[in-house]
């Protein structure tokens, strides 16, 4: 949309899944004059990323920045390194997140909590830390969208997800209270909370084993990145006074965290 028009935007785990979706929908959707900056652990990945975007859309400018969102002096040093151009930053889609595993207390391993808190909790405050006065600087209090990922896991915690679907949990408590605090600003802020999304994610939780991920998908039609990548943009591409304040999105077969319709 034309509301996109000359926006500078950031999306955190670029590097795959919902994040590589959204950074491509920006572009497809504004290929004309776009910024978007990548950034994700993986700079091969995310290099793939920007040759895919500078392909079809040769008014976007890329950048790929290597930032790993659990390493706080990382993300604090973010925005200085940025060269000029890529400063002015107007969309932060605080996609980068994680789950470890299915333990259950009292075995879920210290290494794997600290993992999904510094990613998906510290991480995502960081960043917002980090964005935020750029934000602020501007007119009437400030102005730009902060738009964090959440997931359904946020709003139903479910067995052998605690830590994950308390981090979630911990999303949507900062990404509230940020909406009050930010009240005399013209910043919105924005969840978007995904049900059951075919990606890495499953992937990572059980440690790389595609088999046991391919599981989770079995008799299920599964929602594709794209479907929330369109979202995601949808919501930028509102007008100022519109804020898609929170959203909550299923495949057809899913009514909760837990409740699936499976064809066997
Ligand atoms: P993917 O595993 O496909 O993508 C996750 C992304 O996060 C990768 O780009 C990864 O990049 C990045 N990431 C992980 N850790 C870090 C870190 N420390 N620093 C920077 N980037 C990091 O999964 P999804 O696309 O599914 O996940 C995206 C978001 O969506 C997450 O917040 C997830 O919780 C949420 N979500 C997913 C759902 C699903 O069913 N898939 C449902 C609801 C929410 P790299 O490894 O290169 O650092
Ligand atoms: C990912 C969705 O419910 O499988 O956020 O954990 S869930």
Known sequence: AQRLRSKTIVVTGASSGIGRATAVEFARTQPDDLKIILTARREDALKEVAEEIESFAKGVKVLAVKLDISKIEQVQGFVDKLPAEFKEID?????????????QAPSISPADIDTMFSTNVTG??????AILP?????????SGDIINIGSIAGREPYQGGSIYCATKAAVRSFTDAMRRELIATRIRVIEIDPG???????????GGDREKAKKVYEGVEPLTPEDIAEVVVF?????ENVVLADSLIF??????ATVMHRKT
């Open 91 to 103: 969309v932060l889609v605080n996609n980068a997140g994680l789950v470890k595993g299915i333990a």
């Open 124 to 129: 995502l405050i960081a960043m917002t830390q």
């Open 134 to 142: 750029i934000f602020k600087a501007r007119p009437n209090g400030g």
């Open 196 to 206: 059951q999304v075919e990606t890495e994610f499953s992937v990572v939780r059980f």
């Open 235 to 239: 919501a930028a591409g509102r007008r």
């Open 251 to 256: 495949p057809n077969h899913q009514a909760a």
